[in-house]
């Protein structure tokens, strides 16, 4: 008897006092990273105090200061200020008797030299443990970038089986899934301990394709009929568990007289890496107004031109908007000053694409949001602003093309004229975007595509097309393919898209004010998982754009066979260089 309550008693005490490896159960980070400034980042298993210690180059203590948690769910997160420029730096996170080291670079303050950046998108907790994302520690980065859809809320998982998060503790167990470790792995965790990270919403960190700048009685899933959705409760709690668990520097916009912004979360970031580059992160779903209906048939002429004409939102007084006045406004500022200032390259982060990529699913994308498009577009060309890179996610896949717009004048004399916003001339920039693949979300952009063809009008015809170009006659054969000819094929099918709209086809090589060349690869990756790598040479300021992937795999592939997917690694699957303009 004695000894089975000692027995009993050990038990408890091992319940009490866990492993160090589940002290810190979603391993740590720093995040927000300035020339000056970040933030620390760790959840600890139980309540207590969690210490933060940051040293630097010389091994000299610069912070040393613990947080006190009361929630074990809830992480534990401390400002560091006061650090130097350019430098490196080590931090210690202390939980108890566990103990994890990380590391971080703060960014540079002046001079012209190279910059190393990684991003990435999209998902799922059921899909962990992520190795598309496992080599990521082998470069060296100045930064990496979370841009969009680091939960799926909406998705059940075995961490909240149902179908949508809605509690406040919902929401934050799904971030606790996706950085959890699973088959002996946690890529996340060894990667933000390593690097620091940016991090942005998209809309799964809520709910599917939400609108924050719509009125709450539009959409029922949030179950409120007064105010905007950004001041819904679910938002807010999607917000709140976003914040908790990344290493964000939490700020709120402040009260100066518009509704749309007022007092909510302020994720737009803005940071300069010397002469090199400047940085642009923006959120475009807080904000944003409802979306128009998609195209529900991508042959018909008539209702192409009808959410063309939508898009630009032509006959109204008013344009809706994607960002929000006060992120436009800055983000132009921030652009024609480090355009003054002799910055090279200026990179604009946004969760959905700004490339024109047809009319399918448009209504989601800024594509929807056509007249705010423009105006950012137009604002770049006209002011002459070189080298503007933008980065976005979303779309499960790698796409890379330049960025042309139509002046809303001109949409409107097109219809005034002959009736058709197409015959609107297309103004090339010098501009362009690359999406990103995601880290795990299955059905990829090509196999979405694939399937998604087969269910709206017309669509088998084109998905008949494009298999008759390699030979096949069904969805199972095209799956047989190599993954090469595939994304070749599904690039024809998307160019047949564009230029019957009058868009540039996929690929900068069309574009006589950028110089790019395909070193590996193609302009897609369109049937995998994987990420992105961006890095600019240091001598001639010469930006090398990788994109890395594994075999898409599905939590069916996990369970059955956890080995074989996660021994995956990452490929090469396209690398530009693209030259900057003088």
Known sequence: MILKKLVVALGLVACVLPTAQARLPNGISSGDTTENSTVLWARSSRQGTVRFQVKDASNNIVKDESVLVTDPLVPAKLVVGGLQSGQNYTYTVTDFDAVATGRFKTAASDGLGGLVFGVTGDWRGELAPYPAIKNINAQNFDFFVKLGDSIYADYPSPAVPVDQAKTLTEYRLKHNEVYSPRNSMNTLAKMQRNVSIFSMIDDHEVINDFAGGALASTDTRFGETSGLINQTAMYNKGLQAFTEYNAINDKRYGNVGDALTDGRPDLYRAQRYGKTAGFYMLDARSFRDKELTDVSD?????????????????????????????????????????????????????????????????????????????????????????????????????????????????????????????????????????????????????????????????????????????????????????????????????????????????????????????????????????????????????????????????????????????????????????????
Do not use: C
């Open 298 to 582: 991508i042959t018909s002429p008539t209702q192409i031109g009808t959410f063309i004409a939508n898009s630009f939102d032509i006959g109204k007084a008013a344009t809706r908007t994607m960002l929000g006045k006060a992120q436009i406004s800055r983000l132009k500022a921030d652009l024609l000053s480090a355009q003054e200032d002799g910055v090279v390259w200026k990179f604009v982060a946004v969760p959905e694409p700004i490339q024109n990529l047809g009319v399918f699913g448009a209504a989601d994308r800024f594509e929807g949001y056509a007249s705010e498009r423009t105006e950012i577009l137009r604002f770049i060309d006209e002011n002459n602003i070189k080298n503007v890179v933008f980065i976005a996610a979303d779309i499960h896949g790698t796409l890379i093309n330049d960025l042309t717009y139509q002046r809303r004048e001109d949409v409107l004399t097109a219809l005034t004229t002959v009736g058709n916003p197409l015959a609107a001339p297309q103004i090339k920039t010098s501009a362009f975007e690359i999406s990103t693949g995601s880290v795990a979300f299955a059905p990829s952009f090509g196999d979405t595509i694939t399937s998604l063809l087969g269910f709206i009008p017309n669509g088998n015809l084109i998905l008949g097309q494009m298999f008759a170009a390699v030979g096949v006659s069904n969805v199972d054969q095209f799956n047989q393919l190599p993954m090469a000819i595939r994304n070749l094929a599904m690039e024809g099918l998307v160019n047949g898209q564009l230029t019957q709209l009058g868009y540039t086809p996929v690929g900068l090589q069309d574009n006589p004010r950028i110089n790019a060349k395909v070193v590996i690869g193609g302009n897609t990756a369109l049937f995998s998982f994987g990420w992105t790598a961006f890095v600019v040479n240091p001598t001639n300021q010469t930006l090398k754009i990788t994109t890395f992937g594994i075999t898409p795999y599905t939590a069916a592939d996990l369970a059955s066979n956890p080995t074989a997917v996660t021994q995956r690694q990452p490929e090469i699957l396209s690398q530009i260089l693209v030259t900057p303009e003088k």
